[in-house]
């Protein structure tokens, strides 16, 4: 089952198979693509949020389900299993991690832009026991977000890292009391929203672009991007500045 509320601009995904840790099968991946699919179609939404029922944000793809043969592994050169790993979204996604956030589940993790932790919250590769392999991105995004010495820590030995380890080297970017991790994505997310969202989206495309060109190519990438931004109201947002708004890095006042 997967939950889907909106609040506002926001929209909140919840996994929620309490049988299996919240890990996901081929339906459940599914509904994670059609959920997806469909933010990306709503304009009124801004931001999405990614998180886990109960105790537990994802335990990975439900190898029980693997083991009755109910993955299409053949579809896996052109698509994730567990849904829309190798998608591009062109809107913010936040994880809120509860507990266990391992194997595929680190890997939706990682697919969001930031995840918020908890105290209770726990990342590993721990299909490394079982020879699964990391086929949903997790090889690629976790040493572009942590390194590649910290990532191949983890990757080669399946070892667990808890939230303050995490929060250290940049796996998580909030970490707050446990079961609080939701409520803070949901703030975090409105926050987002309330920004100019041209100038914020375009900043964070040129983040992602600048990892498949070259450093000339990249820059005038953000140029361009940063032109639009500029069209788009920059200019009135530096005169509301001039005039005193947002002093003393107030951003209550944007």
């Not at 998180?51 to 994802?58: E, K, S």
């Not at 990975?60 to 998608?87: C, I, Q, V, Y």
């Not at 908890?118 to 690629?140: C, H, I, K, N, Q």
Request: negative net charge.
């Amino acid at each position: 089952m997967l939950h889907i509320e909106t609040d506002g601009p926001v929209r909140i995904l919840t996994m929620d198979r309490a049988e299996a840790k919240n890990a996901v099968d081929p339906a459940q991946a599914e509904r994670l693509c059609e959920a997806f699919a469909e933010v990306e179609q709503e304009t009124s939404i801004l931001a999405i949020v990614l998180t886990g029922a109960g105790d537990t944000f994802c335990a990975g793809a439900d190898l029980k389900a693997a083991a009755r043969g109910e993955f299409d592994w053949s579809k896996m050169l052109h698509e994730g299993p567990l849904g829309p790993t190798r998608w591009h979204f062109s809107k913010p996604v936040i994880a809120a991690v509860e507990g266990y956030c391992v194997a595929g589940g680190l890997e939706l993790a990682l697919m969001c832009d930031l995840r918020v932790a908890s105290e209770t919250a726990v990342f590993g590769t721990f299909e490394r026991r079982w020879g699964v392999p990391l086929v949903d991105g997790g090889t690629v995004r976790l040493p572009r977000i942590v390194g590649q010495s910290r990532a191949l820590d983890m990757v080669l030995t399946g070892r667990p890292v808890d939230a303050r380890e995490a929060l250290a080297f940049g796996l998580a970017n909030r970490l707050v009391p446990g079961g609080e991790a939701r409520a803070a994505a949901v703030a975090l997310a409105h926050e987002l929203t309330r920004f100019p969202q041209t100038c914020m989206l375009n900043d964070r495309a040129s983040v992602l672009d600048q990892w498949a060109l070259p450093l000339d190519a990249a820059l005038q990438n953000e140029a361009e991007l940063g032109m639009g931004s500029i069209a788009a109201g920059a200019n009135a947002g530096a005169g509301r500045f001039a005039a005193g708004a947002g002093r003393g890095g107030n951003f209550n006042d944007h």
